[in-house]
């Protein structure tokens, strides 16, 4: 399954590091060519001649080892890998690589790679969770660093929980998995919306909604990931682009409908993922208004209904809304996706625990305008977005 890919496996010092020699043998029986690079307290664990037998290639473990005078080992290496695999790996070699640390062999040509990057924690229970920990993790996340999670188990130290090096077989299949779906939206010109509006009442205030944005760039990193060239339209969030993403920050549902239709007819994919207001003040005030005695009461206008738009100027784009419902959600669901001329809606409950605004994670129903309906059980908002897409290809080759 894995045939001449150009695999390094980056082994830093802890006592999983046993794990990684049956990693190396896996990924050459699935026919990768696998190169390790091992740091000095990894070497502490397994001796580099373990590694050169099973892999049947030099290991590296220093940057001044220069085994060929033409070339400059590690920057040789960085770039001679279609993927680079860090297993175990330590909150050590995280905090390196997330401060830009390049003082040994594995760390200075991590730096050099342009390769896709995993990463296998492996660790203490309390150092998995402690904040610094967390935060490296989620910025190499965010520069598109992928992450196999650890196991829950009994450790090494003697604690039970998370922390247990994730086992060779499911780290390879995790990689065969991620290749397959790698670079099946290349070419492919999507657009997502995420987010709430805004829309204002006066200098001080507005109406919105409770839509963090997390599921619409969530679907916006996977697509980048999976070779699409993305536009992501947000309303006022505070989340980081996803790597390779095109971002376009808007405000009101009146800005959200021009940029949306200013990128429509390029589309090959458009994802309405936002949450979009309905209704907006009729009269607004450039000055703050001031409290009175009695009710207040606020005329508000309809919207564009910009999904509804887009269904009706649709040609070769795959439509696909969000329906964010409460009661009935199949009923409602079905309903938007006939009117609003939809080639698939994607459906859920927002008061399922876990399903809701702001949550990191989501449970949906994926349904195709043929009636064709797809369950994506509870999971991480960027699980059920790698979910949808995959689905979303198989539903465009298809059509």
Not at 71 to 98: E, Q, R, S
Not at 120 to 144: D, F, I, Q, S
Not at 330 to 351: P, Q, R, W
Not at 363 to 389: C, N, P, R, T, W
Request: charged share 25%; with cysteine.
């Amino acid at each position: 399954m894995l045939n001449n890919l150009r695999v390094v496996l980056g082994v830093s010092g802890g006592i999983a590091a046993y794990k990684a020699c049956a990693l190396t043998s896996k990924l050459v029986q699935q026919g990768a060519d696998v190169k390790v690079i091992m740091t000095e307290s990894a070497q502490k664990f397994v001796s580099p001649i373990t590694f050169q037998a099973i892999s049947r290639n030099p290991v590296y473990i220093d940057t001044f080892d220069e085994k060929d005078a033409s070339k400059i080992a590690h920057i040789d290496l960085a770039d001679w890998a279609d993927l680079f695999v860090i297993a175990p790996a330590t909150a050590n070699i995280i905090g390196k690589i997330a401060n830009g640390i390049a003082d040994d062999m594995l760390s200075t040509t991590l730096l050099a790679t342009e390769a896709d990057v995993y990463i296998a924690p492996a660790m203490n229970v309390h150092m998995y969770a402690h904040p610094a920990v967390k935060k490296n993790m989620k910025t190499l996340e965010r520069w598109g660093y992928r992450f196999i999670e650890p196991g829950e188990g009994y450790l090494a130290c003697g604690y039970v929980g998370k922390g247990r090096l994730e086992e060779p077989e499911t780290i390879v299949n995790v990689i065969i998995k991620n290749q397959r779906e790698q670079s099946i939206l290349e070419g492919k010109e999507i657009l997502i919306t995420a987010g709430p509006t805004q829309e204002k009442v006066d200098p001080v205030r507005f109406f919105t909604n409770h839509s963090s944005g997390k599921m619409g760039f969530a679907l916006a990193e996977e697509a980048a990931k999976m070779g699409a060239s993305v536009t992501l339209i947000a309303g006022p969030v505070s989340l980081e682009t996803p790597a390779n993403v095109n971002r376009i920050d808007v405000k009101t549902a009146e800005e959200m409908y021009q940029h949306t239709l200013s990128y429509f007819e390029k589309s090959d994919i458009v994802i309405k993922a936002a949450a979009v207001a309905d209704y907006r003040p009729k009269v607004t005030y450039d000055d703050k208004m001031k409290k009175k005695d009695g009710d207040l009461t606020i005329e508000l206008e309809r919207t564009k209904d910009i999904l509804k738009e887009l269904g009706q100027k649709k040609t070769k784009q795959f439509l696909v809304g969000f329906a964010a419902e409460t009661n009935d959600p199949l009923v409602f669901g079905e309903e938007k996706l006939k009117s609003k001329h939809l080639n698939a809606i994607v459906i859920n409950n927002i008061k399922s625990p876990g399903a809701g605004f702001q949550s990191d994670t989501n449970e949906v129903i994926y349904m195709h305008q043929s009636g064709d309906k797809v369950a994506f059980d509870l999971a991480s908002k960027k699980e059920i977005a790698k979910q949808i897409l995959v689905q979303i290809n198989k539903d465009i080759k298809v059509d």
